[in-house]
Nanobody
Framework: QVHLVESGGGLVQAGGSLRLSCAAS????????MGWYRQAPGKQRELVAS???????NYADSVKGRFTISRDNAKNTVYLQMNTLKPEDTAVYYC?????????WGQGTQVTVSS
């Protein structure tokens, strides 16, 4: 079992920045890809960004150039630096970790961007 705890969400004005953190604990051996997803009211959960244990990154088109995902393998923590935030970035952000064929999820953290 892998336990994921997110932090760093909150309320910010458009154009502002936030940094999300997600710390993994438990049976962390075997974690490969870690990432961030988000779900806005009435919408499906979507991938925001992901990073493999080797450092390969993938971003949704809507956040390219504004968000940066990073990972500290020694701390088993993944970060999402979000800059130039827009109201459409408002959502619950979920941390995800892949261990072989199993996906683990955090409890989610709310990000609200006011216009």
């Amino acid at each position: 079992q892998v336990h994921l705890v997110e932090s760093g969400g909150g309320l910010v004005q458009a154009g502002g920045s936030l940094r999300l953190s997600c710390a993994a604990s438990g049976r962390i051996f075997g974690i490969n890809t870690m990432g961030w997803y988000r779900q806005a009211p009435g919408k499906q959960r979507e991938l925001v960004a992901s990073i493999t244990s080797g450092g390969s990154r993938n971003y949704a088109d809507s956040v390219k150039g504004r968000f940066t995902i990073s990972r500290d393998n020694a701390k088993n923590t993944v970060y999402l630096q979000m800059n130039t935030l827009k109201p459409e970035d408002t959502a619950v952000y979920y941390c995800n970790a892949g261990v072989f064929t199993i996906a683990y999820w955090g409890q989610g953290t709310q990000v609200t961007v006011s216009s």
